[in-house]
């Protein structure tokens, strides 16, 4: 691989254009694989990027190559995959199409299932999982935002990739463990459905006690399932996993205090599952709750919260209420317990 390596973004949304952007701003050749209704308007007015410390970059749009061909996949070093969970399998078929078999393809997704699904429709290719801890949010027409600290690392392989990857204001690292840091973060991720039920902001909804317990809830029913199925889970914070849910527990001002420590977070920060119920697309809580769910059947663990969290998001997507109080959804569960949800 050369020292600026063509990187082409397969699914050029939230992460893909903050992502890319910042790769193509530190010097590689870029392109964004994505729909006409994001693209035209980075043709338009070019890319820019801001975030929670300052960061203000303009790219015009000649400093990236931009289109919705999957032709565009030809000549790849290093595809970044960055569509959501259910558009995988599509992706990956274009991936095998187009991209040539010696590119290294890396996973930039949510959940713990995608590098496997690319894995398996790309056999013998070099395919890697990776995570992204921070939130990025559409900011207006070729805008983005990240609102949320926090590096990315991907799986540990051949050829001194991250150190390919890491530009400017987005350093990259490998790790031998990025299963674990996965179900780490997909722990985390169990939030993105109640940020989205709950029609907050991330910020707001973290300095609601009410919110934060019934999050340490969830999050303490998901522990005992990875327990019972012998999973081990690494934070993508500085805070032990086990601890987590105690501390969500704490009174408002001390959680804000030792929260601080660990994470930067801005006004502006929504869960991906919020922007896509709010632009009625499908959302990926079949690879969050429903792995939960799923491995709880499973190993014997009963999962209500996981199920009727699930539920309600389902109707959600099928256009019932997105904007539900703690109340609402405790009311859901104590029904889940008696037998009645999903
Ligand atoms: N947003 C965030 O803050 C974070 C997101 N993540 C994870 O990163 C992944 C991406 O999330 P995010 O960036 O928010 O997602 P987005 O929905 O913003 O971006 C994905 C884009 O890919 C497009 N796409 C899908 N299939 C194709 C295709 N075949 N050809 C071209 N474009 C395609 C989608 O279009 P369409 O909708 O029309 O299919 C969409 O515009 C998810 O797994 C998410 O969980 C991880 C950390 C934070
Ligand atoms: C908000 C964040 C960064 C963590 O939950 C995320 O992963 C998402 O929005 O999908």
Redesign the pocket.
Known sequence: MPGSSHIVV???????CFVGGLMAAGGHRVTL???A??LDDIRAQGLHLTDFAGLDVRLPADRLALT?D?AGLTGADVVLV????P?TP??AR?IADHAPPVAVVVS????VE?ADLLRAALPGRDVRAGM???????AGPGRWHRASSGDIVIGAGQGGLAGLLSVNGLPVSESPEIAAIQWGKLLM?LN?ALNALSGLPLRAQLMDRDWRRLMADQMAEALAVLAAAGIPAKPATPIPLWLTPRLLCLPTFLFARIAARALTIDAEAR??MA??LMQR?PT?IDSLQGRIIALGARHGVPTPICRAVAGLVRRAESGGPACLGVGEIRAAISGDEGGKAD
């Open positions: 397969a699914g050029a949304g939230s992460i893909g694989l994505g729909r209704r994001i919705e999957p960055t569509v959501k969970t558009a599509d992706m274009l930039l997704q949510n959940g995608n992204v801890p921070f939130n990025v949010v559409p991720n993105n869960s991906s922007h896509d697309r990926e």
